[in-house]
């Protein structure tokens, strides 16, 4: 079996359907940038190849794009993959990464007399420590993000996703931490781990 | 500006001990609470509070007051006077600790520094008084990197300089020790933000306090206040406190007591202390540290006993109390309302109520809703429980990251996840690894079992953010996804199989456990719901559906039930037949109608035999709805509709509600119930049709039958559509859906409105919020309207609807107790 290869703006629409799985052409264009005019035609030719269902507005990928994405950015990110300075930032985000997701948990678990509970939020002083936290190390992320955004534009939504995300945070909007349905900070931490994964070629450990 | 306290020739400054107002916009909250505290006679490290008005002099200016240097150099001998100590330098070394305290808590505000005054001299003095030149080096670490986190914006983790302190012996020569972990923080300062922390305490203070003035206008700070509405020159006070060491000697130590039990509940002092240590040692887990019971000393155990029952009385509430024993005397550093598990929130709230410490109204607001939801949350059966792990049902044991106790068919692929859910089976999502792709199946799924992953891995964070039992790093679990099976040992199971999953402690069980509400959680919510329905004086009817719902609706306080002829009849797997015989037969004669009131009465039956068994004499059935947007699908609408018209108005066609009520007639004879049942059919909005509704009245023996009110001219015109029905209720979400012109199936899911909601384009969240246009329509509506309301239902909208006079509700069943503690509370409050 042959693997297709992707020309780049599909590989950057068919990368988006995949990490979200289920997607329309809007909310695709939200994080592309592209407009969903461009996205939906981009769906339709996706769906052409096999690569993508697209059923009542939504797409959704086949089996065949993890493939088709893997060997794509195997050619496409050949120059990220070999370059030292995204590599050595790369080692400094797992150290970030960790360190991020035990942030998240401190924010939806408190420790009671030894027993893990659920964070009710009752505790303003608290909460706000750990967003602090969550915030500087956002912060952290940027010289990863700028170095892939200097071999591919596209990485540097990921800045803009976070920073609204937090910016709703501060405003009041704490579902916005750690929401799984909603483009929560978690969410878009989630998202650009799983594409720098594929960016790099590498497997999810955990 | 504020005038300082007479007399002490002090303008900017507060000891905590100075006469004056405990007042907050002044000291802020930190500063005022310790000044109460110190009046309330505990013994609380001395010190001194540095007021909001120098704070405004420094945004002014963006520099510190006039005088104040000079103030607060009085404040530290002051300080050294008290203490006997020294600050920067030996004997024995005073120590600072440098918080902000505005009157409002806020984030992005700067926290706090601990052990300032670090000289080279002071820590050496300070290796040689302890003997232990490794508490020393982390008393430095300690400092550097809270100083360098909060003053200068690092973050807090220095692997390099922990592993440092860790490799210091207690012998170690102190002026070595400390150049090599000073230097060795600087490093990794260094490298991380290319700063650098000043070496004199003196220095050190005074940039803790202007770091403190400055994080009141930091980015985040300001758009909290923006947001809230709090006056952006309010300001803040800086909190200088002496610290005091619990490691200096065998007669020093420190520990943490709470005055009950935070995870059980359990009345009496539990807590623990640990000699010859710092606080943080306890927190870290260095060391193990003792009960305070068996550890210190009587005397000092008979003070924190005392202290804590007084102060567990003045406050009503359980408290969590830290404290440092320096040469034997006890210090208290905090004292706060503990946090505690929701099992522990309830037993606290009823015994407080019990033995008078608080009030019925006070002990209400001990247990939220929330708390009182998650400790009614069933359980797997104890009985079966210890059965299973016997039998060796136990498949394996992963790492607990999200508690619950689920059972369901194990399913392999989120896609088939999603299916499986959406075909309403519960299932068990087991992967080797998740990723953001899999997120629509984890939503799905009732529990997650994955094979990698620590606590904090994604799926972990995922599941949580979910409240959905979860259990990770489950490494023994081999998923073959071709196969569709998984191995497990020597095990293998396939798709489908039915597994049981506690998300607390990690176990993944073969087959499904049935489950319970624990019944020690039950006395506890029973005391104190009687309370809160005592107080509330209003009657809360359980939506049921099956038999089987009706003693757990009893046991919750519901004092009667609600009910609906589709949900019962979609429940008994009967409803397709009877809508597709609606669709082929007439509605005349023996049609469509007998059979309808047959299968009413074949399958009220069991319920109400249930309801005559748990001694329920209050019984309401909504009539069928084929209008009903949520069960457009169930009851295919369109095609009943197309095939008779007049299906499309509440009195259409009047046999269809004889039927049903002859059908109830017969159901409640067979069961032998006696109570009282109603019919009540929806969408009446005119006098005329309740009207015509009363005419179908055939005698004493009949079921009442009235109406639901679900439109706005229903609820305008309440009083007279009540003046001619035997039953009346208004239904909420279907007032709230047509005052939104949105459809009420969309509030049953987050998505759409969540994301709409969080555009900004509605201010009011239909589903959770009354709108003000709907209480403002409710005004008119007679009291003794029953108010039906779905989903879960907020303390605000419980409150709301008490303060307008309604009495009579009715919830869904895991609701009932939460709406009860809701009414209780608003009754008593004010």
């Known amino acids: 079996m042959t693997v297709t290869t992707l020309a780049k703006p599909d590989y950057d629409v068919l990368n988006v359907l995949a990490l979200k799985k289920m997607a329309d052409a809007t909310a695709i264009a939200a994080v592309t940038s592209m407009p969903a005019s461009d996205v939906e035609g981009r769906l339709e030719g996706l769906a052409g190849q096999g690569l993508a269902v697209v059923a009542g507005g939504s797409a959704l990928p086949t089996d065949e794009a993890e493939p088709a994405l893997a060997a794509t950015a195997a050619a496409v990110y050949a120059p990220v993959r070999a370059d030292d300075d995204v590599l050595a930032l790369v080692e400094k985000f797992e150290t970030t990464n960790s360190q991020f997701l035990a942030a998240m948990s401190s924010w939806q678990q408190v420790e009671v007399g030894g027993r893990k509970v659920t964070n009710d939020h009752s505790d303003a002083a608290y909460d706000e420590k750990v967003i602090t936290k969550i915030e500087r190390l956002v912060g952290r992320l940027e010289a990863l993000i700028d170095a892939l955004a200097g071999h591919d534009a596209r990485f540097a939504t990921y800045s803009t996703r976070l920073a609204t995300a937090l910016e709703a945070v501060d405003a009041g909007d704490h579902d916005l931490v750690s929401s799984p349905t909603r483009d929560s900070v978690h969410n878009i931490w989630f998202e650009f781990h799983e594409d720098l994964l594929r960016t790099l070629g590498r497997e999810r450990a955990e | 500006m504020s005038a300082p306290p007479a007399g002490t020739g002090r303008t900017w400054t507060r000891a905590f001990t100075d006469d004056g107002p405990a007042d907050v916009d002044e000291l802020g909250g930190k500063g005022s609470g310790l000044v109460r505290m110190t009046r309330d006679g505990l013994r609380v490290p001395p010190g001194y509070v540095i007021t909001t008005g120098a704070c405004h002099v420094y945004l002014d200016r963006h520099t510190l007051p006039d005088g104040l240097e000079d103030e607060v150099r009085r404040q530290l001998s002051s300080l050294e006077t008290t203490t006997g100590k020294t600050f920067g330098a030996g004997p024995e070394p005073l120590l600072l600790s440098v918080r902000s305290g505005a009157p409002v808590s806020m984030p992005g505000m700067m926290d706090t520094v601990l052990n300032l005054g670090l000289s080279r001299e002071a820590a050496v003095a300070l290796a040689q008084r302890s003997g232990d030149a490794r508490f020393m080096a982390d008393l430095v670490a300690r400092f550097h990197t809270m100083y360098s986190e909060i003053v200068l914006g690092a973050l807090d983790d220095r692997p390099a300089v922990d592993a440092l302190v860790t490799e210091t012996d207690l012998g170690d020569d102190p002026g070595a020790v400390y150049d090599r972990v000073w230097a060795a923080a600087e490093a990794a300062l260094d490298e991380e933000l290319s700063a650098s922390v000043p070496a004199t305490p003196w220095e050190q203070l005074v940039h803790a306090v202007e770091a403190v003035f400055r994080s009141w206008n930091t980015r985040?700070?300001?758009?909290?206040?923006?947001?809230?509405?709090?006056?952006?020159?309010?300001?803040t006070a800086v909190v200088v406190q002496s610290m005091v060491f619990g490691n200096l000697d065998d007669d020093s130590g420190s520990g943490v007591a709470f005055t009950r039990d935070p995870v059980t509940g359990e009345p009496g002092l539990y807590g623990e202390y640990l000699a010859h240590s710092q606080g943080e040692d306890v927190v870290a887990g260095v060391r193990t540290p003792d009960r305070v019971q068996e550890a210190l000393p009587a005397d000092l155990l008979a003070e924190l006993e005392r202290t804590g029952a007084e102060l567990e009385a003045r406050h009503g509430d359980v408290l969590d109390i830290e404290f440092t024993v320096e040469h034997g005397v006890l210090y208290f550093l905090q004292v706060r309302s503990a946090k505690r598990t929701p099992e522990a929130a309830v037993r606290i709230a009823a015994d407080l109520l019990a033995d008078g410490t608080a009030s019925a109204a006070r002990a209400l607001t001990l247990v939220t809703a929330d708390q009182l939801r998650q400790a009614q949350r069933p359980g797997f059966d104890p009985d079966a429980l210890a059965t299973a792990r016997d039998e060796a049902q136990v498949l394996l044991t992963g790492i607990g990251a999200c508690p619950g106790q689920v059972s369901g068919e194990l399913v392999l692929d989120p896609d088939r996840a999603r299916k499986r859910a959406d075909a309403g089976a519960s299932v068990v999502l087991g992967r080797s690894v998740t990723s953001p792709a899999d997120l629509h199946g984890m939503i799905a799924a009732a529990g997650i079992v994955t094979a990698t992953g620590g606590s904090t891995s994604h799926a972990a964070v995922v599941a949580r953010a979910l409240g959905t039992a979860c259990v990770v790093g489950?490494?023994?679990?081999?998923?073959?996804?071709?196969?569709?099976?998984?191995?497990?040992?020597?095990?293998?199971?396939s798709e489908g199989d039915p597994v049981s999953l506690d998300g607390g402690s990690g176990e993944l069980f073969a087959g499904a456990l049935p489950t319970t509400?624990?019944?020690?959680?039950?006395?506890?919510?029973?005391?104190?719901?009687a309370a809160a329905a005592d107080a509330a004086g209003s009657e809360v009817l359980a939506r049921v559906t099956l038999p089987a719902d009706v003693e757990a609706a009893c046991a919750a306080g519901a004092t009667g039930l609600v009910t609906a002829i589709d949900d019962v009849l979609a429940a008994s797997g009967d409803l397709n037949r009877l809508v597709e015989t609606l669709l082929e037969k007439s509605l005349n004669g023996v049609g469509a109608l007998s059979e309808m009131r047959d299968a009413v009465a074949e399958h009220f039956a069991p319920l109400l035999v249930a309801a005559r068994a748990a001694e329920v004499r209050d019984v309401d059935v909504r009539a069928i709805d084929l209008l009903a947007d949520e069960s457009r699908e169930l009851l295919q609408q369109t095609a009943v509709t197309t095939r008779h018209p007049e299906l499309a108005l509440p009195l259409g066609v009047p046999d269809l509600i004889r039927a049903q009520r002859e059908g109830l007639v017969r159901a409640?004879?067979?069961?032998?119930?006696?109570?009282?049942?109603?019919?009540?059919?929806?969408?009446?909005?005119?006098?005329?049709?309740?009207?015509?509704?009363?005419?179908?009245?055939e005698g004493a023996d009949a079921p009442a039958v009235g109406t639901y009110l679900t439109s706005p001219r229903a609820v305008l015109g309440a009083a007279e559509l009540a003046a001619h029905s035997g039953v009346v209720w208004l239904e909420v979400r279907a007032l709230q859906a047509a005052m939104f012109g949105i459809p009420a199936r969309q509030f049953l899911t987050a998505e759409p409105l969540d994301s709409y909601l969080a555009r900004g384009l509605l201010a009011v969240d239909p589903r959770h919020e009354l709108d003000p246009v709907v209480v403002h329509l409710l005004r008119d509506v007679p009291a003794d309207t029953g108010v039906r309301l779905s989903g879960t239902v907020a303390d605000q909208v419980a409150a709301t609807l008490y303060g307008l006079g309604f009495r009579r509700f009715a919830v869904d069943l895991p609701e009932?107790?939460?709406?009860?503690?809701?009414?209780?509370?608003?009754a008593l409050a004010g």
Do not use: F
């Open chain 2, 220 to 235: 985040r700070a300001w758009t909290y206040r923006e947001h809230h509405g709090i006056p952006h020159d309010m300001g």
């Open chain 2, 668 to 697: 409640a004879g067979d069961a032998g119930y006696g109570g009282r049942l109603r019919l009540a059919v929806r969408h009446v909005s005119d006098p005329a049709e309740a009207q015509a509704l009363a005419a179908l009245d």
């Open chain 2, 816 to 826: 009932v107790r939460p709406l009860l503690l809701g009414l209780g509370r608003a």
């Open chain 2, 474 to 493: 489950a490494a023994d679990l081999e998923i073959d996804e071709a196969a569709r099976t998984v191995r497990i040992g020597n095990r293998v199971l």
């Open chain 2, 517 to 529: 509400t624990p019944a020690a959680a039950n006395e506890a919510m029973d005391t104190l719901l």
